[in-house]
């Protein structure tokens, strides 16, 4: 049996809920309820993770993982083939009534498919994790697409958090909306802000040296404003190991921090010591 977390001390167990999974796994979710209602606070920074759903990737965290979208190509192709028949089909006859009926399951069928990597991707992180700390849903990333992908990415994000913010609920994960303004642009280590458009790729702070995959940086600092709204006191370093959920691709951040690298001394000994 695996256990992916402790139970705290303080907390009284209400429910115990078997249940298993379409892949086949059995989980017993233990229901618990501490004195103030809330889920206990995390206490290990390694089950603390902060996300940045991105743009070119989909999601990027702060353990360096990157996850990429499903690849719907197939779903796409088949659905552009049935919208395409559809309009050889004369208008109201009764084939196209009949091929109006595919292009609906197609466009069902991709949806489902989106969904279904949704479903999966914040089930990962509400289970792997105490603390999930993810950006207040608002038009910032989404001002950066061009405006045919911005509903659906848009949608998508939504739809994303709306389930992650669910099965934190369900599991007992605290579920953190952050403020968005500056992630990207803040250096995770000293905090000096850099004008960085979409195509620049790699965060390197002009002021402290510090560098990182652009997304990686972003999910440091959305992982420290999470720290901050929970009242957890922020860790020497930020969590550096690639852990992975099944079905994904992990693109290593080409520069890990460890504790005691010349970078990390430079740039958080000196506001410990004042
Ligand atoms: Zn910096």
């Excluded at 089909?89 to 196209?96: I, M, Q, R």
């Excluded at 370093?237 to 690298?261: F, K, N, Y």
Aim: aromatic share 6%; hydrophobic share 30%; proline share 7%.
């Amino acid at each position: 049996m695996i256990s992916h977390r402790e139970v705290p001390a303080d907390a009284t167990i209400k429910e115990v809920v078997v249940k298993q999974e379409p892949t086949g796994e059995w989980f017993a979710v233990l229901g618990i309820e501490t004195e103030n209602g809330a889920p206990p606070k995390p206490e290990n920074p390694e089950k603390c993770v902060g996300i940045d759903v991105g743009i070119l990737k989909y999601a990027h965290d702060s353990d360096g993982t990157a996850v990429e979208g499903p690849d719907l190509t197939d779903e796409r192709e088949r659905l552009e083939r049935a919208q395409r028949d559809l309009s050889r089909k004369d208008h109201g006859s009764a084939n196209y009534e009949k091929q109006q009926r595919v292009v609906a399951r197609r466009h069902a069928d991709l949806k489902r498919k989106r969904r279904d990597f949704l479903h999966k991707l914040s089930n990962y992180y509400a289970r792997e994790y105490d603390l999930v700390a993810v950006e207040d849903l608002d038009a910032k990333g989404l001002m950066e697409l061009p405006s045919n992908s911005r509903n659906r990415a848009g949608a998508a994000w939504g739809t994303f958090l709306r389930m992650l913010e669910y099965k934190c609920d369900r599991e007992g994960t605290h579920f953190v909306a952050v403020n968005p303004r500056g992630t990207t642009k803040e250096c995770s280590k000293c905090g000096v802000e850099t004008e960085k458009p979409l195509w620049v790729r790699e965060h390197s702070c002009p002021s402290c040296g510090f560098e990182a995959d652009r997304d990686l940086n972003a999910a440091y600092n959305i992982l420290s404003r999470g720290f901050d709204q929970v009242g957890v006191v922020h860790p020497d370093s930020m969590p550096a190991e690639t852990a992975l959920p099944p079905g994904t691709v992990a693109v290593p951040a080409e520069r890990v921090l460890e504790t005691g690298s010349p970078v990390l001394s430079e740039a958080v000994r000196p506001s410990r010591a004042g």
